[in-house]
């Protein structure tokens, strides 16, 4: 067997698990032990396919031989492993509440009266702060202030 089929074989074999893992969601039981051990386990999977995908590219540059079929496949699994990450991380979140220290950032379940980490009281902060929110800031454009002829349209704009 050649170093390309062993990939490809190993790459069939892991792109099958993947969609296995991913659509069995239903009837599940909510348990977050196996929910963080899925979640370390798929960043094992991406760090080790972008290795196997550096392995892949260093031997088809020392071979000439094409890789691309290999290289094309190790991409699309660290897609779906990162989409797969990405739905087991909402899906922690969405079943836990989380609480995070203000002091040095670690998620601590809401129960906590302290960090785990740091031992920083977390009711306080929780009472300002009760979850973590992303805003999105807007820059506003200095072009309204450069153009004072076209302030009669402003208010009306958005
Ligand atoms: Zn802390």
Redesign the pocket.
């Known amino acids: 067997m050649s170093v390309f089929e062993e990939l490809f074989d190993d790459f069939m074999d892991r792109a099958k698990s993947v969609a296995d893992s991913a659509t069995r969601k239903t009837g599940e039981v909510v348990d977050m032990g196996k929910l963080r051990y899925e979640i370390k386990q798929t960043q094992w999977d991406i760090e080790k396919t972008y290795a196997k995908l550096g392995a892949i590219v260093y031997e088809s540059k020392k071979s000439s031989e094409s890789y691309d079929e290999v290289i094309e496949l190790a991409i699309s699994e660290i897609d779906s492993l990162c989409s797969k990450l990405q739905e087991l991380e909402l899906r922690l979140r969405a079943y836990k509440r989380v609480v995070k ?1 203000h ?2 950032g ?1 998620e601590n379940d809401q129960n906590f009266l302290f ?1 785990s ?2 031992g ?1 009281n977390l009711q306080t902060e929780e009472a300002a702060e009760p979850d973590v929110v992303e805003v999105e800031v807007e820059v506003v454009s200095s072009q309204e202030e450069a153009a004072p002829f076209s302030q009669e349209e402003s208010a009306e704009e958005e």
Request: aromatic content about 0%.
């Open positions: 220290c002091h040095c670690k960090c980490r740091c920083s």
